[in-house]
């Protein structure tokens, strides 16, 4: 039996190959708040190696204190060009410094400069507030390196269950469920 993380790769690289939507990589990532309610919301992930699934974000935002209070965390995608649906649970880990500099790295500049100019998901003043601030810190940066905030990194999930369904038209999905048990996965057939 071949590793559900080898699977869920070979998915993710067709539907990247074959897809037409602009953000291929999006994908939902559901925690726990302070309130005991689930929040989800959707980011890019970064990598999906056999240590985890990467996501990064700033690390005063509502995903990163649930995380902190909670590591069990979700991800969830569909796919619908390719008839997929994945969904992953698990515990979520910080990222090192040195693999949050590298994911900085590849942002986009105007993600980088938005990212220290902004504090995601505080109130905002006014919407017409917004673009002028961000112009202001694009000037403000010129052709500057912008380095990674202290505030800014990621959070790998280290996957305890996965599971796939490809989509049939007949309602006779295939869900192949994976599950995490004394270090070794462990495959199930389940009903559509």
Not at 108 to 124: E, K, M, N, P, Y
Request: charged share 25%; aromatic share 10%; with cysteine.
């Amino acid at each position: 039996m071949s590793k559900p993380i080898d699977l869920f790769k070979e998915i993710w690289h067709q539907a990247k190959r074959e897809g037409t939507l602009k953000h291929r990589n999006a994908v939902c990532v559901s925690t726990v708040d302070a309130d005991g309610y689930p929040n989800a919301r959707f980011v890019d992930l970064k990598e999906a190696e056999d240590t985890g699934f990467v996501f990064c974000t700033h690390l005063g935002s509502g995903k990163a204190h649930d995380i902190a209070r909670n590591p069990k965390a979700a991800i969830t995608l569909w796919w619908e060009h390719v008839a997929r649906q994945i969904r992953i649970k698990g515990l979520c880990e910080p990222l090192l410094p040195q693999e949050a500099d590298a994911h900085w790295a590849s942002r986009l500049r105007d993600a980088q400069i938005a990212t220290v100019t902004f504090s995601q998901s505080c109130a905002l003043d006014s919407l017409e507030s917004l673009e002028g601030t961000y112009a202001r810190a694009v000037a403000g940066f010129g052709e500057a390196d912008i380095p990674r905030p202290d505030d800014w990194g990621g959070f790998r999930l280290r996957p305890e269950y996965i599971e796939f369904l490809e989509f049939k038209e007949n309602r006779l999905h295939r869900r192949t469920a994976h599950a995490m048990v004394d270090g070794q996965w462990h495959q199930r057939f389940l009903q559509p």
